[in-house]
C-alpha cells in the first residue's frame, strides 16, 4: 500500500517527531511505501522515506500551518494514497494519531483575548476538521483522558477511535540495564555517588513544567538541597529558568543539558524522574522511566500518569495543581526508604502490561483502515 504521512515540524528528539518516525519505520518494514509532507525539518530522516518539504512564507506558525494543510490537500487530491495519515491536526485526513492534546480544552484556560486571536481561531478550526461529530476522521488514540475531552468538545463517534498502548522501544531501554551505566555516567557529569539526581526530561521547557521544578528543588530542606542536582534533558529556551534558579538560590544545582539521544543512561544515572507537566497527552518518558526503574513524580495532567498511579511506582500531584504538594512530594521521595519497593512494582507492572505495541497496533489500524476492514460509521 501507499500511505502520505503529514507533519509540521520534525526534529530527532520531540516525542510527536519519534512516535512517527517510529510508526514509518514499522509501515515501511511491513513493505509499504511512504511519502511523508513536512513543513521543516531537521536531523536526517532515513533514505526509504520519499520526502517532500512543502515552504511557507507566512510569518505566524499558525498561517503556516494553515497554508501547509491547503498545499498538502491540493497534492494529495491528485495522486492515489490508501491512506493519508496526519501526526498534526489538519483537514483532509484519513487518520490522525493523535499524540496531541485537545487544543479546545487548552485554550478554553487562557483568557477572552488569547480565545479571539487569529491563532486559536485557526487552531480550534484545524482540530475540529478532525475531531467534530460530522468528520469521517479515523483516530489512533494514545490517552484515556485526551480521548475523552475530544468527546467532550466535539460530540466525536467513540467508534473513530482506536486504542493503542505506549510505545517504548525496548532497544533503546536497554542501554539503561548495561552494567556500569550508572557509575559512568555519574563520573562523566561529575556526580557523586551520595548526591541525588533529579531528572527531567522533554522540549518545550515551559509545558513541562521546569518553573515548577525548579520551585520544588529550591523548597526542599537544606540538608537534601545541598546534596541534589536537576538535570533537564530536551529543547527549550533556558534564559528565563536559570534566572529563577539564581533568584531562588539554586543556579549552581541546576543544569540544562539541551537534546540528547542517551536518554537511557540519564535514567540509569539519576534518582527520580521529575515530571509536574502543566499539559501532557501522554509523557512516554514516564513509562521509560519505570523501565530503567526509576521511581517517578509526575501531575496528574500528564496522560500516562495512570500507569504510575496502577503500579504504585511513584507519587502523582492531583489537580488542581499545588506548588506545596509537589515541594512536599519530591522531599519526601527523595528521603524515602520506599525507592526499592517502588522499583519493584515498576518492574511487577510492566511485566504484566504492553508497553511498547504501540507502532505494530497502530499500522494494524492503518492497514485495516486503508482496505476497508474498518469503516468510518456515517453522521
Not at 513493505?31 to 513543513?39: I, K, M, N, R
Not at 534558579?245 to 535514567?267: C, E, I, M, N, W
Request: glycine letters at 6%; hydrophobic letters at 40%.
Amino acid at each position: 500500500m501507499k500511505f502520505a504521512f503529514c507533519l509540521f515540524k520534525y526534529f530527532p528528539y520531540g516525542g510527536l517527531q519519534r512516535g512517527f518516525l517510529e510508526l514509518a519505520r514499522t509501515c515501511v518494514n511491513r513493505g509499504h511505501e511512504l511519502d511523508v509532507y513536512t513543513l521543516s525539518r531537521e536531523g536526517r530522516l532515513p533514505e526509504n522515506l520519499n520526502i517532500f518539504d512543502i515552504p511557507s512564507r507566512h510569518l505566524t506558525n499558525h498561517r503556516r500551518y494553515q497554508s501547509f494543510a491547503k498545499q498538502v490537500n491540493r497534492i494529495i487530491a491528485a495522486a492515489d494514497y490508501d491512506a493519508v495519515v496526519g501526526f498534526n491536526k489538519m483537514p483532509g485526513l484519513d487518520i490522525y494519531f493523535a499524540s496531541d492534546v485537545c487544543y479546545a480544552a487548552m485554550a478554553d484556560q487562557r483568557n477572552f483575548l488569547y480565545r479571539m486571536s487569529g491563532r486559536c481561531r485557526t487552531l480550534k478550526a484545524m482540530e475540529r476538521a478532525v475531531f467534530d461529530k460530522n468528520s469521517k476522521t479515523h483516530i489512533i488514540s494514545i490517552s484515556e483522558k485526551t480521548k475523552k475531552q475530544y468527546i467532550d468538545y466535539y460530540g466525536t463517534d467513540e467508534n473513530r477511535f482506536h486504542a493503542v498502548p505506549p510505545g517504548i522501544s525496548k532497544k533503546r531501554m536497554a542501554l539503561a540495564h548495561i552494567p556500569g551505566t550508572r557509575k559512568e555516567w555519574r563520573r562523566e557529569f561529575d556526580i557523586q555517588p551520595a548526591e541525588n539526581v533529579v531528572l527531567m526530561v522533554g522540549s518545550d521547557y515551559r509545558r513541562k513544567g521546569v518553573d515548577r521544578a525548579i520551585k520544588a528543588m529550591a523548597a526542599l530542606p537544606r540538608h537534601l538541597k545541598d546534596a541534589t542536582r536537576l538535570v533537564i534533558v530536551g529543547k527549550g529556551k533556558k534564559g528565563a529558568y536559570m534566572r529563577l534558579a539564581r533568584k531562588l538560590g539554586v543556579f549552581s544545582q541546576v543544569y540544562f543539558t539541551g537534546q540528547r539521544d542517551d536518554v537511557p543512561r540519564f535514567l540509569a544515572g539519576a534518582d527520580l524522574l521529575l515530571h509536574p507537566a502543566y499539559h501532557e497527552n501522554t509523557g512516554t518518558v514516564l513509562i521509560e522511566a519505570m523501565a530503567a526503574g526509576l521511581p517517578v513524580l509526575a501531575t496528574d495532567a500528564c496522560g500516562y500518569a495512570g500507569h504510575i498511579k496502577s503500579a504504585d511506582a511513584g507519587k502523582i500531584v492531583a489537580s488542581p495543581f499545588r506548588q506545596e504538594a509537589l515541594n512536599s512530594m519530591l522531599a519526601f521521595m527523595l528521603d524515602s526508604q520506599d525507592k526499592r519497593r517502588w522499583r519493584e512494582n515498576a518492574k511487577a507492572y510492566l511485566a504484566a502490561t504492553d508497553v511498547s505495541g504501540r507502532h505494530e497496533k497502530s499500522a494494524d489500524v492503518i492497514e485495516n483502515i486503508a482496505s476497508g476492514q474498518i469503516l468510518c460509521s456515517k453522521p
